[in-house]
């Protein structure tokens, strides 16, 4: 009796999976019918393929330096925080105030760098 209940599951699932399969075929037919937005042209460039490339490589070379800003800025923070934690329980204050000022230091001058580059980048 247990076998038959087995194939049974078996079965259902089988058909279950044939609906899915079926349903994932139809779904880039789906949102192509719905009309999808058009691929957004990058900052700056834009005439031809040579151009349009530049354009998306400055607008990632951009996203590259937001992302390190933030992982600095990140870096700083965990950095400042566990120098405040060591400072609490040992009492080197001088340690701690050292730590936040050279964090916002480093904070700014990668801010600047990456706003400096900016134009660089440009085609």
Same mark, same amino acid.
């Given at each position: 009796?247990?076998?038959?209940? &087995?194939?049974?599951?078996? !079965?259902?699932?089988?058909?279950?999976?044939?609906?899915?399969?079926?349903?994932?075929?139809?779904?880039? #037919?789906?949102? &192509?019918?719905?009309?999808?937005?058009?691929?957004?042209?990058?900052?700056?460039?834009? #005439? #031809?393929?040579?151009?349009? &490339?530049?354009?998306?490589?400055?607008? %990632?070379?951009?996203?590259?330096?937001?992302?390190?800003?933030?992982?600095? %800025?990140?870096?700083?923070?965990?950095?400042?925080?566990?120098? %405040?934690?060591? !400072?609490?329980?040992?009492?080197?204050?001088?340690?701690?105030?050292?730590?936040?000022?050279?964090?916002?230091?480093?904070?700014?001058?990668?801010?600047?760098? $990456? $706003?400096?580059?900016?134009?660089?980048? &440009?085609?």
């Amino acid at each position: 009796m247990k076998s038959s209940m &087995m194939i049974r599951h078996i !079965a259902r699932a089988k058909r279950s999976l044939a609906h899915l399969v079926g349903l994932a075929m139809c779904l880039p #037919g789906i949102a &192509m019918a719905q009309g999808l937005p058009e691929l957004e042209e990058p900052s700056t460039g834009g #005439g #031809g393929l040579r151009d349009t &490339m530049q354009g998306y490589l400055y607008d %990632f070379g951009i996203l590259i330096g937001l992302l390190l800003a933030t992982a600095v %800025f990140l870096v700083v923070g965990s950095a400042s925080i566990a120098s %405040f934690k060591e !400072a609490r329980e040992r009492e080197t204050w001088g340690k701690f105030a050292l730590t936040v000022v050279v964090g916002v230091v480093l904070v700014i001058a990668i801010i600047w760098l $990456t $706003t400096e580059a900016a134009p660089i980048l &440009m085609p």
